[in-house]
């Protein structure tokens, strides 16, 4: 007859039906030991009155499964895999092959499948021991914000910074915007996006960059960047990071993004950073990662403060000082500025003036929040070079009484050098 397997379950039901066959227990008194009910008691046992042990095993047992994944799907997913998708990860190759290809399976399905190939390894790292630092209860409360350089067009076009702006309360995604680096002027102005769209959050949690921290000769933290002054400006807090894994929401969600978004506008084709800002924005790409990342708050509602109250272009500017020298003129960035003679206030040499920078690149000039008339002067005139100095190229001719003394001859008298002179 063979060999029967039997699970340890199963093995436990031939025992309590043997018993049941014996008169020895009832039906319900089966059904509470086994804990099934009585009518599934009666439909195995007659399983086992017509089989005996075998009726008992799982009729499936040694089948395969009518959901199991056909061959050829197989091979079309380690193709794909070894090609076009050389670098999609379980989930993500999952998800996409829902999407674009129709073939609904799952992540450990297709985990399995790259294992078995070769085109997948298992991960490990260690663990470190870190206090958990609990999350903001309501959304508004705290964005973290970080600057993640990458090769996010794989060689399509040069490296870039995507700029990502992370509510901390929720892990959602509030603000994304490729720059070509994480400037001064690049992170002022995705912050004006952001908070043109969203509002003033509470807090803003970002690490000692040098946008975000002057570190050098700072020891009280005194000194502020031009975007930390722009936040104070809008009674915004700024909170410093002291490890990557203190602001963990936001590296994580870079991570991913440079996993699951390089592979999104490699198949849409997008090779520049206008492309892919129109991507992110006009697609529903935040949309789903936030449907499938983000969590609920603890507190309904939404913190962010409104901005109708302030300038936003006022407000999201370089301002520098500079003094104002005696021809009342000032020098910015190899620029020069001549103020005029009509002003609005009395202004003198040496006063401080207040350069802003705006985002569109226009300057304009304050003193005491005073907006001053100003040109710009593009020739200097030349300064005058001094008159050279005329030099006599007339040669030294040494007297009669030196020569005759190099000669070791007495010197003349005075009447017979004169004469000698004379002659």
Same mark, same amino acid.
């Given at each position: 007859?063979?060999?029967?397997?039997?699970?340890?379950?199963?093995?436990?039901? *031939? #025992? &309590? =039906?043997?018993?049941?066959?014996?008169?020895? /227990?009832?039906? @319900? +008194?089966?059904? !509470?030991?086994?804990?099934?009910?009585?009518?599934?008691?009666?439909?195995?046992?007659?399983?086992?009155?017509?089989?005996?042990?075998?009726?008992?095993?799982?009729?499936?047992?040694?089948?395969?499964?009518?959901?199991?994944?056909?061959?050829?799907?197989?091979?079309?997913?380690?193709?794909?895999?070894?090609?076009?998708?050389?670098?999609?990860?379980?989930?993500?190759?999952?998800?996409?092959?829902?999407?674009?290809?129709?073939?609904?399976?799952?992540?450990?399905?297709?985990?399995?499948?790259?294992?078995?190939?070769?085109?997948?390894?298992?991960?490990?790292?260690?663990?470190?021991?870190?206090?958990?630092?609990?999350?903001?209860?309501?959304?508004?409360?705290?964005?973290?914000?970080?600057?993640?350089?990458?090769?996010?067009?794989?060689?399509?076009?040069?490296?870039?910074? *995507? #700029? &990502? =702006?992370?509510?901390?309360?929720?892990?959602? /995604?509030?603000? @994304? +915007?490729?720059? !070509?680096?994480?400037?001064?002027?690049?992170?002022?102005?995705?912050?004006?996006?952001?908070?043109?769209?969203?509002?003033?959050?509470?807090?803003?949690?970002?690490?000692?960059?040098?946008?975000?921290?002057?570190?050098?000769?700072?020891?009280?933290?005194?000194?502020?960047?031009?975007?930390?002054?722009?936040?104070?400006?809008?009674?915004?807090?700024?909170?410093?990071?002291?490890?990557?894994?203190?602001?963990?929401?936001?590296?994580?969600?870079?991570?991913?993004?440079?996993?699951?978004?390089?592979?999104?506008?490699?198949?849409?084709?997008?090779?520049?950073?206008?492309?892919?800002?129109?991507?992110?924005?006009?697609?529903?790409?935040?949309?789903?990662?936030?449907?499938?990342?983000?969590?609920?708050?603890?507190?309904?509602?939404?913190?962010?403060?409104?901005?109708?109250?302030?300038?936003?272009?006022?407000?999201?500017?370089?301002?520098?000082?500079?003094? @104002?020298?005696?021809?009342?003129?000032?020098?910015?960035?190899?620029?020069?500025?001549?103020?005029?003679?009509?002003?609005?206030?009395?202004?003198?040499?040496?006063?401080?003036?207040?350069?802003?920078?705006?985002?569109?690149?226009?300057?304009?000039?304050?003193?005491?929040?005073?907006?001053?008339?100003?040109?710009?002067?593009?020739?200097?005139?030349?300064?005058?070079?001094?008159?050279?100095?005329?030099?006599?190229?007339?040669?030294?001719?040494?007297?009669?009484?030196?020569?005759?003394?190099?000669?070791?001859?007495?010197?003349?008298?005075?009447?017979?050098?004169?004469?000698?002179?004379?002659?």
């Amino acid at each position: 007859m063979g060999n029967l397997t039997m699970s340890t379950k199963e093995r436990e039901q *031939l #025992l &309590v =039906f043997g018993k049941l066959k014996n008169k020895g /227990i009832t039906q @319900l +008194e089966a059904s !509470k030991q086994l804990g099934i009910t009585e009518r599934w008691v009666r439909k195995k046992y007659k399983r086992y009155l017509k089989d005996d042990a075998r009726g008992l095993v799982h009729k499936s047992r040694g089948r395969a499964s009518p959901k199991r994944w056909s061959e050829e799907k197989k091979h079309e997913l380690v193709h794909l895999l070894n090609n076009e998708w050389h670098d999609f990860g379980p989930t993500f190759t999952a998800e996409k092959l829902g999407e674009l290809k129709g073939i609904k399976v799952s992540k450990e399905t297709v985990r399995q499948a790259m294992i078995k190939e070769g085109l997948w390894q298992v991960k490990r790292k260690r663990q470190k021991h870190r206090k958990r630092r609990e999350r903001r209860p309501m959304i508004g409360a705290m964005v973290q914000c970080d600057g993640s350089p990458h090769d996010w067009f794989e060689g399509r076009a040069p490296w870039c910074t *995507l #700029l &990502v =702006f992370i509510d901390d309360a929720t892990s959602k /995604i509030l603000w @994304l +915007e490729f720059a !070509k680096s994480e400037s001064r002027l690049e992170v002022i102005q995705a912050t004006k996006n952001y908070v043109s769209r969203y509002g003033r959050p509470h807090e803003a949690y970002v690490d000692f960059g040098s946008v975000f921290s002057v570190n050098l000769n700072n020891p009280d933290r005194d000194k502020k960047t031009q975007w930390e002054r722009i936040l104070a400006d809008l009674s915004i807090k700024v909170t410093h990071a002291h490890s990557p894994q203190a602001k963990g929401r936001v590296e994580r969600a870079n991570k991913t993004f440079q996993d699951r978004l390089v592979k999104e506008m490699r198949l849409a084709k997008i090779s520049s950073i206008e492309a892919a800002n129109a991507f992110l924005h006009d697609s529903d790409f935040i949309t789903k990662h936030n449907q499938r990342f983000a969590i609920s708050p603890a507190q309904p509602g939404d913190a962010h403060r409104p901005t109708n109250t302030y300038d936003l272009d006022d407000i999201f500017c370089i301002k520098e000082e500079r003094i @104002l020298a005696n021809d009342y003129t000032i020098k910015y960035c190899r620029r020069v500025f001549q103020i005029e003679r009509q002003q609005a206030t009395i202004i003198r040499p040496k006063n401080t003036i207040t350069v802003r920078t705006y985002l569109d690149g226009s300057i304009k000039l304050y003193v005491r929040k005073i907006m001053l008339e100003f040109n710009e002067i593009f020739e200097r005139p030349a300064k005058l070079l001094p008159m050279e100095k005329t030099i006599k190229n007339t040669l030294y001719k040494p007297s009669v009484n030196s020569q005759r003394w190099v000669a070791g001859l007495l010197p003349l008298p005075t009447n017979s050098l004169a004469n000698e002179r004379v002659g």
